[in-house]
């Protein structure tokens, strides 16, 4: 295997660009794991007609919900799982776009937090993002627009699971699974779509066997787009590679490689501006207190500079051994190393001047000079998981036991800065509808903050069956964690915004399932979680109030499958308790805002009436407000930014239409009225988005043409609670706003073969 791993890009730069070497590298692949396949092969379909409306899996196991083996009906926990058939039917790019399809789930994409999570009142750093299961650092640090090509399938636990998956798991946890061999011979499968602004994507995938007890799989998926609004120009490459050797019967051995180089879109949003100055006020998508809004003559302009960027790969190792002792007991043990290269400089924020004041040096323009700021990062993670899973009786009584070891060592090294202090310039000055693009310049160095997070975590989990209908599940985890952070000013002088801080806590989760009927479960759960460090800790003065921040949740549910799994349907109430709350409130400050709560229900179901007719929907009702705080800034009985009281998905296809092998269908997607930032100053509208498909299915393709928005509904997707609204008398503080995507088209085609 060395010499596999030693082949491996270190670095971007290492990384061939061309799309072709892609293609070859597939095909390579694929040619010589057929000489060693069986002679015979057997063309299969690849995506059934009426799976874009899939039942809710409830039979499935998932590993976020549980490291037991748990279906996700055994599971006292609201845990939701989209595979890979039903993200290619029903169009989903990105994680974010599949994630938020789940009931009470909000999501955006920005440069400043790509692929950001709300759900259960809680947002941005409270969500954690894992890898595989494999936690790479905090929330905003990997919180990547991944694509779904590679993925086997996306599972997300919703509430605290910090008994689980450690440090961060406030609101939920977004855990997205790629591909991985198997020891069976599989179609390759090829994706090709393309559709408005030039958006592009190109995928390729199989799994092959490489010799007797050998097989590989890869993936490759590149995407590109020049993007709805100007220069925006997204693209990304992902490539995965999954190597299973069968030592023996009982002993298997798994190497993975993850790759990916991205540019996100340069568009950081579009200036509010005085009702009484916009040509055509959007004010029924978005109102400030003071009546701003935002100009629809300026959607598609960008008031980023022409060389900006927001550049990032990232390379993920990873080997798996996993033994097999008895038919009772398995040992598994996963290392994993992970770096990330990231690299952004941009004209950030905007703001519209009405007044002589700060660097607005005349009215009428938007004034972007603050807003020049860049940052480089480089983060490495070396990591070991050690699990023991234990099936055994105790007293009569079935029982299943994991318990394990992980330990972390996370080092990363961020660089930040603005643009070179020069006089104000006339291309800081852009005009509001034809803004002058320009250029970043030179950098002036802020400083470098090298930060080490060392954990060392013991971690159980245990699931009784008291009879064949009552089933007690708990899980515990220890965890200590050294922070050391150093800010280092321009000159390479230590500050005293330095500091170094030990933690150490204990997670649990406490729950019971019991079978009803043999068609219903019902559950109910205890969990807490706790987020020593989150986003802040990027903030150079964070060290002020990095204390651990709590969070207990209490939550009851039914579950149900009747009609052979024709129809399903989950129910769910939970109220989460959240305190010592740290919240960014401006450039580099942070400040505790007391606590959070949240309450709320949440209803999921899919139906199969006739076989081909699937109806499936969600919805969501969350009440989210910030307690009062002691301290100096407090927002209490306010609604946190990005929450929807009320979210809802439906969705309806109709397949062998005619007797043909066509499939008609689409989505509604509901979310309600929101606020922008803390201070509940900015008003989102609600929206609603209707999207509409009909796929053509061969015996070995797929030909889908859709519609994305058919309405074109205008509205704002998420809100970057750091721009809007910073009231500091004497400074202007950028005001901008992320404008959704217009009406979209897209043709795509599927083969496997």
């Known amino acids: ?194 559709g408005r602004f030039g958006t592009y994507q190109f995928g390729a995938g199989g799994n092959t066997q490489l010799g007797d007890s050998t097989w590989l799989r890869v993936d490759v998926n590149q995407y590109g787009s020049d993007g709805y609004v100007d220069r925006m120009d997204p693209e990304s490459t992902n490539i995965t590679a999954s190597l299973l050797w069968q030592a023996t019967e009982d002993f298997d051995v798994e190497f993975q490689v993850d790759y990916l180089d991205d540019s996100l879109a340069d568009y950081w949003g579009t200036p509010l501006v005085p009702q009484n100055s916009a040509i055509k006020p959007l004010d029924d998508v978005v109102l400030t207190s003071s009546g701003e809004t935002v100009d629809e003559k300026a959607r598609f302009r960008n008031f980023n ?122 291309g800081d000055s852009v005009d509001p509808i034809r803004p002058v693009a320009g250029n970043y310049g030179a950098r002036e160095l802020r400083g470098i903050s090298p930060t080490d997070i060392d954990t060392r975590a013991v971690f159980l989990e245990n699931a009784l069956d008291l009879t064949d209908r009552i089933k007690l599940v708990g899980a515990l985890r220890y965890e200590e964690l050294d922070l050391v952070r150093n800010n280092f000013n321009d000159s390479g002088v230590l500050e005293g915004s330095s500091f170094a801080r030990d933690f150490d806590w204990v997670s649990v989760r406490l729950g019971a399932v019991a079978k009803l009927s043999d068609d219903v479960s019902a559950y109910a759960q205890y969990s807490d979680g706790k987020d020593p460090v989150n986003a802040n800790i990027f903030l150079v003065n964070s060290g002020e109030n990095l204390d651990l921040t709590d969070v207990e949740q209490w939550e009851v549910g039914l579950k149900g499958s009747w009609h052979e799994g024709r129809t399903q349907a989950t129910i769910a109430y939970f109220d989460i308790q959240r305190d010592d709350v740290l919240e960014r409130i401006g450039v580099d400050s942070a400040a505790s805002i007391g606590g959070r709560d949240s309450s709320g229900f949440e209803i999921s179901s899919a139906f199969n009436p006739i076989s081909q007719w699937r109806v499936g929907a969600n919805a969501a ?109 004497g400074f202007i503080y950028a005001n901008q706003i992320l404008l959704s995507a217009p009406r979209m088209f897209e043709l795509s085609v599927e083969f496997a073969f």
């Open 1 to 194: 295997m060395p010499s596999f791993l030693e082949k491996m890009p270190k670095s971007l730069e290492e990384m061939p660009k061309s799309k072709g070497f892609f293609t070859l590298f597939l095909c390579t692949v694929t040619m010589v794991g057929n000489t060693n396949a069986q002679e015979e092969s057997v063309v299969e379909e690849i995506v059934v007609p009426g799976r874009a409306i899939d039942t809710l899996d409830l039979n499935s196991t998932s590993s976020t919900g549980s490291r037991l083996g748990l279906t996700v009906m055994e599971t006292p926990a609201s845990v939701e799982l989209i595979d890979s058939s039903v993200m290619r039917a029903r169009g989903y790019k990105s994680v974010a776009d599949a994630v938020k399809s789940l009931p009470g789930v909000t999501s955006g994409e920005s440069p400043a937090a790509p692929s950001t999570f709300s759900m259960r009142g809680f947002s941005r750093s409270s969500i954690t993002v894992l890898r595989d299961g494999i936690w790479l650092g905090p929330a905003n640090m990997v919180m990547r627009p991944q694509n779904t090509f590679n993925l086997d399938r996306i599972e997300v636990l919703r509430g605290p699971g910090s008994a689980l998956h450690g440090q961060g798991v406030v609101g939920g946890t977004v855990n997205s699974v790629i591909k991985r061999a198997t020891d069976s011979e599989q179609p390759i499968e090829m994706l090709a779509s393309y």
């Open 305 to 426: 500079v022409r060389d900006g960027r927001a550049e990032s790969d990232q390379l993920l190792f990873r080997m798996d051994l996993s033994w097999r002792l008895t038919d009772n007991i398995e040992l598994k043990n996963t290392t994993y190393s992970f770096n990330a290269d990231r690299d952004w400089g941009n004209a950030e924020g905007y703001v519209y001047c009405t007044t002589v004041v700060d660097v607005c040096t005349e009215t009428g323009v938007v004034q972007r000079y603050y807003g020049y700021f860049f940052v480089t990062h480089d983060q490495d993670l070396l990591g070991n998981r050690f699990t023991a899973n234990i099936n055994s009786q105790i007293a009569g009584f079935d029982n299943r036991l994991v318990a394990g070891i992980e330990l972390t060592d996370l080092d990363f090294e961020r660089a930040r800065g603005f643009r070179r202090k020069i006089p104000l310039a006339a």
């Open 621 to 729: 009702f969350t009440d989210a407000e910030f307690r009062r705080s002691t301290n100096f800034v407090t927002f209490a009985g306010n609604t946190p930014p990005n929450v929807a009281e009320v979210t809802g998905n439906l969705w309806t296809s109709y397949s062998e239409i005619g007797g043909l092998p066509l499939e008609i269908g689409g989505s509604v997607q509901y979310v309600d009225d929101r606020y922008g930032d803390n201070a509940n100053l900015v008003d989102l509208s609600s929206y609603t988005l209707v999207d509409l498909f009909a796929t053509w299915s061969g015996a070995n393709y797929n030909l889908t043409a859709r519609i994305h928005n058919v309405t074109d509904e205008i509205y704002v997707p998420w809100s970057d609670v750091f721009y809007l609204q910073q009231n500091d008398p």
